[in-house]
């Protein structure tokens, strides 16, 4: 029995792949123990756009009705206990969606289908990485897929533009890149004020690196039970995952 079965490990997705290479102590809170972390604010902005792109692109709704109901959801959110960096982050809804229509409509409605996830069908991707002794299946779901162009996007919403891809979303650009094939994928990052294009040039290390990361994971899931794994793995409390649990952390592991 390999590591990832013997904790009933049956898939991993960029997400888990991520927290665990940035916080492990979070990943073995969230997966080996259940525990589920708060929904942040930038979280929140970031689907309320991201969905209302959607409704917008897909679902027939005006982009004046769909920015209105985001930013209801988001004011609703914030009404208690809000810092003034999640305020600006309300007030650049606005622009995030209108960029990220603008952008998109080149390329005309989005294709939807699979699973049914917020207010569109994301459409399910499934990768299988053969390692040391073990399979696991890869599965993540695309935001916008435009099979006519051959084109996967992934909607990113952010307060600064990066000028590069992080290692996080160069994972999950790799992953998707790797289960769609010949489609180019591409990372759309909105602001309040602009827009930056990124995408996978090659994403063949990228996908190597996957595989160290997930053949590590199972010699520590392989190590032992989850109370052990608990005791020895670093704690992190700089990590943003705990950025609005810390109080959990401490439950968690006393610092």
């Known amino acids: 029995m390999n590591g990832f079965e013997s ?66 959801s988001y004011n609703k959110a914030c009404a208690f206990g809000a810092s003034d960096s999640d305020l600006k982050r309300g007030d650049a809804i606005t622009g995030m969606i209108e960029n990220a229509v603008t952008e998109l409509k080149q390329y005309g409605q989005p294709e939807f289908e699979g699973q049914l996830i917020g207010t569109g069908k994301q459409k399910k991707i499934e990768l299988v990485c053969n390692g040391d002794g073990w399979r696991l299946p890869v599965i993540g779901f695309l935001d916008l897929d435009y099979p006519k162009h051959g084109l996967t996007v992934d909607l990113k919403t952010t307060m600064r533009l990066p000028s590069e891809m992080s290692d996080e979303h160069k994972r999950q650009g790799a992953i998707y890149k790797a289960a769609k094939g010949n489609h180019q994928v591409k990372f759309l990052y909105v602001s309040g004020k602009s827009f930056k294009w990124h995408d996978i040039e090659n994403h063949l290390p990228i996908l190597a690196e996957v595989k160290v990361l997930l053949n590590r994971q199972e010699k520590f899931l392989a190590a032992g039970d989850r109370d052990f794994l608990k005791s020895i793995v670093p704690v992190n409390s700089g990590s943003y995952y705990w950025s609005d649990d810390s109080e959990l952390r401490k439950s968690i592991y006393g610092i």
Not at 52 to 65: C, H, M, P, S
Request: proline share 3%.
């Open 7 to 72: 904790h009933s490990i049956e898939h991993t997705s960029p997400s888990s792949l991520n927290m665990f290479a940035a916080a492990p102590c979070a990943w073995v809170a969230k997966y080996l123990f259940g525990h589920k972390f708060k929904f942040s604010h930038a979280a929140r902005a970031g689907v309320l756009a991201e969905d209302a792109v959607v409704n917008i692109l897909a679902n027939g709704w005006t982009q004046e009705k769909a920015t209105e109901e985001a930013i209801k």
